[in-house]
């Protein structure tokens, strides 16, 4: 499969790029869910090509299956018209010279970040992707994570305990708050 | 002896005082005055005590207390006396004992006030004894911050603008100041903050010359902020005017002294070379604090801003006997220190005193006052004669000496330097004129003078001091004189080759040029 | 291992236990929320115990990806210390909480608990995970009041802006991993001692830098704190601007002293300019503030400028100051914003201009706010003093002298606006009713105590000095 | 195919979110962003995995998933409150602190 | 007792009276007046002791002692006695003329408020006045020398309520500091010049020979010495009332007159002719600085007795005289001869105290000042009358009062030394004859203006009238002369051309004044308008307190207030109230940076991720 590779790879770049180009170009965070899919998808073929199957299923039952549709499920309860990116404010003239300025910067920065890390990457010795026989197998990351991983992998699970605590505290019904009386903002 | 170990109970004391003043209600405020003005006195005593057991023989530390304190910075503490510290600490003991008693007038919060009193007192006998450099300029440091409640809660006039300006100014010299010191520590590699380990290691060039050359304007300027050198000076008449009585005084009479005393101590001490280079500019600089503090006082309507401009004036004399550099004006300018700190201090005491009964202190408002109050006229006019110069006061005796010092090496800067003591008895006068003499002001007829003994205290105290060591300056002289001249031994053997007077009319360009020179390439090389 | 698992792992092992008894209590008794505060204090106070217990203690677990040193053990006193102060600003706090304060303080619990680990980590990873753990449930504390606009918008943006970060955070470990082979700070070191690192590795320090110098809000990296700092809840601001900051600071002392080196890369005068312009920036924006928390994020800026002088001096020595550095500023901060909080409760309002008077309304709390204040002005003989003294000597000590007379002059203007405050206080009438303020008995312990270590502490400097000392060894 | 066509490509996924990050003025566009950047960095921890012959690489990229879930999970928690309280998901909108 | 033990119970006794005297309470006032003259008359016991082998005829045999005062490596300040017959004769006129006018204020200011103030200041005075006498160096003299000014100040303004009187106090005092600027700084240089430096002194035998070596050293060491001896006169300008630092005196007349008898007649003024005589040797190595002394002494001389003329009121009439003569006195030393300057000081000190003393009980008759509105007096005060008739002859220089003999010697001395300043003093003995018997006519002669009932004052007052009015009378035949020099006066004869001469000009004088002053009021008016511009110049004193005025009205009052703006505007606004401006204005831009905006804060965030790479690595790839 080796003489295919280069294929393989450029396709699925593409399709990632383009994916992502999707995401952050349309309006409707709906079509952003569904292109950042694509996206994941072909990123996952990409993992599969450096033989990171593990990594790659876990991919896309993730991110697809369940990040992706955790958005969904956000756009969705919120309203699929109200989620769409809102019109450019107006602004003052004294405004928007600066704001002019920070617009251009917003294209420019993300290019001149990408031109640094070419710059960079070709400066830096060239190597070829390895001898390809580090297989990502279930078992082979298993091993990985419970010996040389074991603390950072405890630790994901506490951030995955925080996520679900921040979830139920920052959602909990505003009725249960209203039996102590609601709060008043100290810092105004 | 008892006195072995007396030096850090000047620290301790005040200190002390403060903690049981807070532990007194608020409403005991006689008791709380009594208790600062007896716990003053206590230190004042000690301050004779010292003073008289003091051995004017020799020239080194005396009194010394020496204890471990964060030994891997090469901190301790480390506490003595010299023939200088021993008179600054007479000085302070006289000047803060009649502080306490004439803040009789203060009427409000007087707990908090008498605490950052306290503070203030111990902090500022903590720079005159302290013989580590580190404590040195805590204490420094330390003492600064206390005034700027003082001033703010009980001052007069302006007194938020002046409490900060004053606070921030000084604060600003000290902290330059503090990284002329880190380098001191550090370009030392002996890893010790103690000052006597470090002088006695100056002597034999410990420092070279390319550092002391950056390193001592640093020390001369930052310090030179507290002791008002033009034209860093805009902070004193105004925060003068503003301060309550007692801290005008400690302030114009003690603060402004720790300047000169940190320069004579830290600059001439460690880094004699540096002092050589810069001081000629200090020199014309402090010409210009003379005649500029002098004639600006002549244009001012109000009493404290006229002492104020007159002590800016007068400052000047004292940066003149260091920048000559050699023993007569050195040993005169430490006596200036403690004359012109009495005198100084009496000036705001008196001008407290007018104010609390007429409330106002703009001079053509007043006149005619000798008739009404003999006795605080009486005092005026002697400190004001003092402060012109006159024999008989110990000022008189240490501006000649200053004089006689510097015409050896400035004679030019000299005669302007002479020229500013006929301003300075102009403006003087003017006010005594105007305040005291004069057809009496109806207006004034109810004034009361100081009566009581007590009341009376603190003005005779200072105006017989002035008159004690003006008839009979060997008694302060003989304790310098050791200190002031194995001071400038150092001086003697580094220069003994180089040629003996700088030119004082090419000052100024030489310095600046090394100085913009450092500022651009650094001090890299030097500490690699 | 020279000492057993359990032992090492102490702190963290009481911490989880506390977290899991009050989340017990919280959801199976009817305990009072403000009991359930006082019980929490109780706890950490307690874990003190194990702190002390494992001071003297060398060495490390879980593969040598958990590690016991000074270092580790003196950061942790600084986390506990701070954890254990916003719970009692919490206390202050509580009203506006409503009956989710348990959710709070739990939340406070783990972040203290994320900190602790890293404390202790030793590999990239973990440090990013750990980090991000601190920040997951900062960005959750932030937007807590979620009813209140400002605390909402302080949330978002921490949140966008720190996701952000993270994401280039991550991005530069992933070069140097590349780069280094390796995650371990041993291995990379190895490779950034060496002659010649591959550009991509300097690439992924310096992107792993500009995420710690969000954490840390070091210019230009610090737009962020004033808002989200302005808007937080105030026990919230108080844990960040001390918790938060230091975490960063662990970051920023691993990766520089234990990843890459004191010697490699040369990275002393790139933290040199960026402490200098975070000094400018944060005290020069203070300058106009009228929000007293806002003034107290510029403030926090400054701060960090002072911290990354001892940094940049890339020595022993300069470590050891900032860690002092740290200290001093934990105290004195968390004094400030306990009296802050309190204030703000009885005032009503946040702005300085109410703060007018406080001295007539409470002595006791007035005095507190002006040690507080000239100890983070640096003033003698407070321990901010000596935490100055110290970064500035680094920075002498190293030849920055330009560095070190900004930092001085800094000094001053940093004192303009703390004077401000205290004009505020004493120089100036209550603006309404000059009723006298009561203070309960835990913020008054509390305050006593701050008070009194900030003077302490300034006075007798050699124990907090010798235990700065020891740990700033550990990475030399 | 080397390792600097995989590490590209992770660059412009990264420059791409980046720029969704910064010119996006929809909080759950910009959330989505950062979910391309951390897949950039995923990208390129696996190609440095498969360069390097270890398989650390990978196992972080399985932490990056996590931390990104979580991640999300209270950036969406957020964004709901956002929208409930102020009926807009503009994070531009949102400037009561400044200065 | 040895005679230096006597010296300091000399210099003792009166500061013993001034610290007394303020312990005795109001009601026993009396007491202190009593004090201070006891003081002074035991001083003057004392001194006549000291003085006692003179008036045996014997030499004086001059000692000296003294004890260390200021000790510093390099600089060794003594405070020692030094008397010679120099001082010896001084210290006589001052502690003799002294108990007279002390036991004549017992009486003069019984009434005033400020007794113990007034005797605690005449004791100060005569405290100070003794030590400038017996000073054995330069430097302690000059501490007496600014303690005689403290005390005239104290005095001159011993009514301070007055306001003339207290701005005359003040004027005093500052314009003796101008000269004093001066006399320190010759002071240091003759320090300099006083050898190598550790052996520096300012001692007077010391500087004797030291200066003079100096001087021969190198020729160019004159110009130095001229220098500092020029220096040291303007400290005799400011005390002896010189031109142009002549301005205070006149005013000085605002203090009770028996100060001005004392101070400003007899003794205090007489200071600086004092300190040339004890210089003179100094002097004498400089014919460059001895004959600007002289020219100055002459024209204060004639310049001040131009003024005296148009005066109405009897002290400053006096107090131009004393002026006058100063310059006479000054002149003589400038023209070479000290012991002929201490002569006429002696003379004058009897003679000008009398008429001061005169005019003292006049005043005290008639509380009256201007002679205008006097008249008369001849006939109702007899006794001060005739005593101030004798003050006048020898004020005038008439034989064979005292002041014919001393004013005869500097004549001829002049006559001898400079025809130019002769023919000036000469004339200035006309001019001298004209305003003395202007004030004799006007005043004292003709009918009396005044309606009440006048006395003449107690005995208390008279009695040193007498006194005084005896030496002033046979002072020239006492041999003061010869105390000074008493083998050199009999080298040189009087010229008897010079003598006419004087009692010519002495005559022309009398009879101009008293023809014009007894003749009608419209001749002296036609007269007066016909001179009316001369008149006006003098009765404005030539102009010269204007000019001072206006040096310091628009020369140093601007100055004043342009550094007093600088302060404000230039260095409180512009150096440090900007500087906190700038900040703030930093402050300000740095908050238009926080707009509040997540995505400008990003997009500064990434924005410094990029520099900062570029920094610290492209900009380094290709150095």
Redesign the interface.
């Known amino acids: 499969m080796n003489h295919l590779e280069p294929i393989f790879f450029y396709a699925f770049s593409l399709i990632a790029v383009l994916g992502s180009a999707i995401v952050v170009a349309n309006k409707r965070p709906v079509y952003g869910v569904l292109a950042l899919t694509v996206t994941m998808l072909a990123l996952s073929a990409l993992f599969v090509l450096l033989k990171a199957y593990f990594v790659a299923v876990i991919q896309v039952l993730i991110y697809a299956g369940a990040i992706l549709v955790l958005f969904l499920f956000v756009i969705m309860l919120l309203g699929m018209a109200a989620v769409e990116t809102s019109q450019r404010q107006r602004e003052t003239k004294k405004e928007a010279l600066f704001l002019e300025t920070i617009r251009i910067l917003k294209i420019l920065l993300p290019i001149a970040f990408f031109t640094e890390l070419i710059i960079l990457t070709l400066a830096a010795k060239d190597a070829g992707i390895g001898t390809r026989n580090l297989v990502g197998t279930v078992e082979a990351i298993g091993q990985a994570l419970f010996t040389d991983y074991l603390l950072p992998f405890e630790l994901v699970s506490g951030i995955l305990l925080i996520g679900i605590f921040g979830i139920v505290t920052l959602t909990q019904k505003e009725e249960e708050l209203s039996l102590r009386g609601g709060p008043n903002g100290p810092t105004k | 002896m008892i006195t072995h170990s007396i030096v850090p109970w000047f620290v301790f004391i005040p200190l002390l005082t403060a903690g049981l003043i807070l532990l007194i209600p608020n409403n005991r405020s006689r008791l709380i005055y009594r208790v600062s003005v007896a716990a003053n006195a206590l230190t004042l005593f000690l301050a004779v005590v010292v003073f008289l057991n003091f051995d004017s023989h020799q020239s080194g530390w005396q009194f010394v207390v020496h204890r471990p ?2 030994s ?2 090469g ?1 301790s503490y480390h506490v003595g006396l010299d023939g200088i510290g021993v008179v600054m600490v007479l000085l302070h003991g006289l000047l803060s004992f009649c502080g306490a008693c004439v803040s009789r007038s203060i009427d409000r919060n007087i707990k ?1 006030y008498f605490t950052l009193y306290s503070i203030l007192v111990a902090s500022i006998f903590g720079v005159f004894t302290s013989l580590d450099i ?1 404590f040195l ?3 420094y ?2 003492a ?2 206390p005034l ?2 003082l001033i ?2 009980w001052g007069s006039q302006n ?2 603008y002046a ?3 004053l ?3 000084i ?2 010299g000290a ?2 100041a ?2 002329g010191l ?2 001191i ?2 370009a030392s590699g002996l890893q010790t903050f103690d000052l006597v380990v470090l002088s006695e290691q100056a002597k034999t060039g410990l420092f070279s010359r390319q550092f002391q050359l950056w390193c001592a304007p640093l020390l001369i300027f930052g310090f030179g902020v507290i002791a008002s050198l033009w ?1 860093f ?3 004193s008449p ?1 925060g003068y005017a503003a301060a309550p009585t007692a801290v005008s005084m400690l302030h114009a009479g003690v603060l402004k002294k720790l300047g000169i005393f940190l320069i004579i101590r830290l600059v001439l001490t460690l880094l004699p070379e540096g002092a050589r280079f810069w001081m000629p500019l200090v020199a014309v600089l402090c010409i210009v604090n003379i005649l ?1 503090g002098a ?2 006082a ?3 309507n109000d009493m404290k801003f006229v002492i104020g401009f007159a002590s800016v004036s007068h400052m000047g004399y004292a940066f003149l006997g260091i920048a000559a550099l ?3 004006a050195l ?1 005169g300018t430490v006596f200036f220190m403690f004359a012109h700190g009495i005198m100084a201090a009496l000036c705001f005491a008196l001008i407290g005193y007018i104010y609390d009964q007429t409330h106002t202190r703009i001079i053509p408002e007043l006149g ?1 006052l ?2 009404q109050i003999p006795f605080i006229a009486v005092c005026f006019v002697m400190a004001a ?1 003092a402060s ?1 110069g ?3 006061f110990a000022n ?2 240490s501006e ?2 200053i ?3 510097a ?1 050896e090496t400035y ?1 030019l800067l ?2 302007l330097a ?2 500013g ?2 301003v300075t ?2 403006y003087m ?2 006010m ?2 105007h305040v ?5 002001n109806p207006h004034w007829e109810k004034l009361k003078d100081a009566k009581a003994l007590m009341i009376k205290l603190p003005y005779g105290l200072l105006v017989a001091v002035l008159l004690v060591f003006g008839f009979w ?2 008694f302060l ?2 304790a310098i ?1 050791p200190t002031t ?1 194995a001071l400038l031994e150092t001086h003697h053997s580094i220069f003994l080759t180089q040629a003996k007077h700088d030119s004082a009319l090419s000052v100024g360009t030489r310095q600046l040029s090394h100085l913009a020179h450092y500022l651009y390439h ?3 090389k ?3 | 291992m020279t000492s057993s698992f359990w032992i090492l792992l102490a702190p963290e092992t009481g911490l989880i236990a506390l977290i899991l008894l009050v989340l017990g209590l919280d959801l199976f008794t009817k305990l009072d929320q403000a009991k359930l505060i006082l019980f929490s204090i109780l706890g950490l106070f307690l874990l003190f115990g194990t702190l002390v217990f494992v001071w003297p203690l060398r060495g490390n677990a879980l593969n040598g990806l958990f590690q016991v040193h000074a270092l580790a053990t003196f950061l942790k006193f600084i986390f506990l210390g701070a954890g254990l102060l916003t719970l009692v600003i919490t206390k202050e706090f509580t009203k506006n909480l409503g009956n989710r304060a348990s959710n709070f303080i739990l939340l406070i619990l783990l972040s203290v608990l994320g900190a602790f680990f890293l404390a202790s980590t030793n590999d990239l990873i973990s440090l990013f995970i750990t980090i991000e753990w601190m920040t997951l449930s900062l960005y959750i504390l932030t937007a807590f009041l979620r009813t209140d606009a400002y605390s909402l918008e302080a949330g978002t943006k921490y949140l966008v802006m720190g996701a952000f970060s993270s994401a280039v955070f991550l991005y530069g470990i992933s070069f140097i991993y590349g780069t280094a082979g390796s995650i371990r700070f041993e291995a990379i070191r190895e490779v950034a001692s060496s002659a010649h690192q591959s550009p991509l590795f300097l690439f992924g320090f310096l992107l792993i830098l500009s995420g710690i110098g969000f954490k840390i809000a070091a210019f230009p990296f610090q737009l962020w704190a004033p808002d989200v700092y302005q808007g937080a809840p105030t026990p919230v601001t108080a844990f960040l601007s001390v918790a938060s900051k230091t975490a960063g600071f662990t970051a920023l002392v691993k990766v520089l002293f234990a990843v890459i080196g004191p010697d490699a890369l040369n990275w002393s005068a790139v933290i040199a300019v960026i402490s200098g312009a975070t000094l400018l920036y944060g005290n020069l924006g203070a300058l106009a503030q009228t929000n007293m928390k806002r003034l107290f994020a510029y403030s926090s800026i400054g701060h960090a400028g002072y911290l990354l002088m001892g940094i940049a001096a890339g020595t022993s020595f300069g470590l050891q100051g900032t860690l002092f550095y740290l200290a001093a500023y934990a105290i004195s901060n968390l004094t400030a914003f306990l009296v802050i909080v309190i204030a703000n409760e009885h005032l009503g309002s946040g702005e300085i201009i109410a703060y007018r008077g406080l001295a007539k309304k409470s ?1 006791f709390l007035a005095g507190s706010f ?1 040690i507080a204040l ?1 100890s983070l002005g640096g ?3 407070l321990v901010g ?1 000596f935490g100055k ?1 110290l970064v ?2 680094a920075a ?2 190293k ?1 920055y ?2 560095l ?2 900004l930092g ?2 800094n ?2 203007v940093s ?2 606006y703390y ?2 405050v ?2 505020e206080m ?2 100036k009438p209550p603006v309404q009713n000059a009723e006298q303020i009561q203070l309960g008995i835990l913020p008054q312990f509390s305050l006593g105590f701050l008070v009194a270590s900030m003077v302490g502490l300034g006075i007798f ?2 124990p907090l ?2 235990f700065a ?1 020891a740990a700033a060894q550990t990475l030399f | 195919m080397t390792l600097n066509h995989y590490l590209i490509t992770s660059g412009i996924l990264f420059a791409i979110g980046a720029f969704g990050v910064l010119g996006r003025r929809n909080v759950i566009i910009i959330l989505l962003s950062i979910e391309i950047m951390l897949n950039a960095a995923n990208l390129s921890f696996v190609a440095f995995a498969s360069h390097l012959n270890d398989l650390g690489g990978q196992v972080i990229s399985l932490f990056v998933i996590a931390i990104a879930a979580s991640e999300v999970a209270i950036g969406l928690a957020i964004a709901v409150i956002l929208f409930r309280e102020q009926g807009t998901l503009d994070p531009e909108k949102m400037n009561l602190m400044k200065g | 007792m040895t005679a230096a033990a006597s010296a300091w119970w000399i210099l003792f006794f009166p500061l013993a009276a001034f610290l007394l005297i303020p312990l005795i309470p109001e009601k026993k006032r009396t007491l202190g007046g009593w004090l201070a003259c006891a003081g002074m008359f035991c001083a003057f016991a004392l001194t006549v002791k000291i003085a006692w082998p003179i008036f045996e005829g014997q030499p004086f045999h001059s000692f000296h002692a003294s004890i ?8 060794q300040l003594e405070f020692g006695v030094l008397i010679d017959s120099l001082s010896v004769l001084m210290l006589l006129v001052v502690t003799g003329v002294g108990s007279a006018i002390f036991y004549y204020s017992l009486e003069y200011m019984a009434q005033d408020e400020g007794y113990r103030r007034y005797f605690a200041g005449l004791s100060l005075f005569a405290f100070s006045m003794i030590g400038i006498v017996i000073s054995a160096n330069l ?1 302690q003299l ?3 020398w ?2 005689v000014g ?1 005390s005239s ?1 104290l005095l001159i ?1 011993h009514w ?4 003339e009187a ?2 005359a ?2 004027k005093a ?2 314009t003796n ?2 000269g ?2 001066g006399f ?2 010759g002071i ?1 240089l003759l ?2 010049f006083s050898g190598a430096e550790a052996a520096r002194s300012l001692n007077f035998l010391n500087l004797n020979v030291t200066i003079p070596a100096f001087a021969q050293a190198s020729a160019s060491h004159g110009i130095w010495i001229t220098l500092a001896m020029l220096l040291v006169f303007s400290g005799v300008l400011g005390k002896s009332a010189q031109f142009p630092l002549h301005v205070w005196l006149p005013d000085a007349m605002e203090g009770p007159t028996p100060v001005s008898a004392l101070i400003h007649a007899a003794t205090m003024v007489a200071a600086g002719v004092y300190l040339l005589a004890r210089t003179f040797p100094l002097f004498s190595l400089s014919p460059a600085a001895l004959e600007i002394v002289a020219y100055l002494g002459g024209f204060t001389a004639i310049f001040a007795a131009t003024q005296a003329i148009v005066q109405n009121d009897i002290k400053r009439i006096l107090a131009y005289s004393t002026l006058s003569q100063l310059g006479y006195m000054v002149m003589a030393i400038g023209l070479g001869s000290a012991a002929i300057g201490m002569y006429h000081l002696t003379t004058h000190a009897f003679f000008k105290a009398l008429l001061f003393l005169g005019a003292g009980s006049v005043i005290h008759a008639t509380h009256e000042q201007d002679i205008w509105n006097m008249g008369g007096l001849a006939k109702k005060m007899p006794v001060t009358s005739v005593t101030f008739f004798i003050a006048s002859f020898a004020l005038v220089g008439f034989w064979p009062a005292s002041g014919f003999f001393s004013k005869d010697e500097i004549l001829s001395l002049a006559f001898l030394e400079n025809k130019f300043l002769f023919w000036v003093a000469a004339f200035t003995v006309f001019l001298t004859a004209l305003y003395m018997s202007r004030l004799i006519v006007v005043a004292f002669l003709g009918t009396s203006k005044i309606r009440k009932k006048l006395h003449e004052p107690t005995q208390k007052m008279l009695l040193p009238l007498a006194a005084l009015a005896v030496l002033s009378l046979i002072g020239g035949f006492l041999g003061i002369q010869n105390i000074l020099s008493p083998a050199s006066h009999s080298s040189h004869e009087t010229p008897v051309f010079v003598v006419a001469l004087a009692t010519a000009f002495g005559i022309l004088g009398v009879l101009a004044a008293w023809f014009f002053y007894r003749s009608s009021r419209k001749i002296q008016n036609r007269f007066q308008t016909a001179f009316a511009p001369i008149r006006e110049i003098l009765v404005r004193k030539y102009y010269m307190d204007d000019l001072y005025d206006l040096l310091l009205r628009y020369i ?2 601007p ?3 342009f ?2 703006w600088f ?1 404000r505007k230039v ?2 606004e512009g ?2 109230n900007h500087t906190a401006a700038f900040a703030a204005f930093s402050g300000f831009c740095l908050r238009k940076l926080q707009t509040g905006r997540i995505q400008t804060y990003l997009s500064v965030f990434f924005f410094g991720v990029v520099i900062l790479v570029y920094c610290f690595t492209i900009a380094n790839l290709h150095p």
């Open positions: 304190w964060v891997a910075l901190i908090l580190f300029y805590l204490f440091e330390m600064v911050i700027y409640p703010g809660i007194r938020e409490a900060m300006k606070t921030l100014y604060s600003l902290v330059l503090l990284v880190l380098s520590y550090l034209p000076h805009s902070w105004i500029y004639w600006a002549m244009a001012q050699n023993q007569i040993t005619g000798a008739k004669f012109s006159l024999p008989g008189f005796v000649i000496l004089f006689f010092g015409w004679p000299t005669v002479i020229f003591i006929v008895a102009t006068l003017r005594v004129r005291f003499y004069g057809a009496p300056p060997s002289l003989n004189r001249e650094g001090s890299r030097e500490n690699a | 002595p002006f000239l003033i003698p003989p003093f003294f500035l000597q002498v000590w030849g002298l330009w070190a007379l001085a002059a000094v001053i004192l303009y004077l401000s205290i004009k004493y120089f400097q050699a000095f010798y000392h | 260390e005062w200021i000790l510093i490596p390099n600089l430097l000059f501490i007496f600014e303690l403290l100040y303004g301070y309520q007055k306001n207290a701005d106090g003040k005092f500052l500091r101008v004093d600027f320190l700084i240091l320090w300099t140093q009052q100055f004043a207030q550094l007093s302060e260095i409180v150096l440090v």
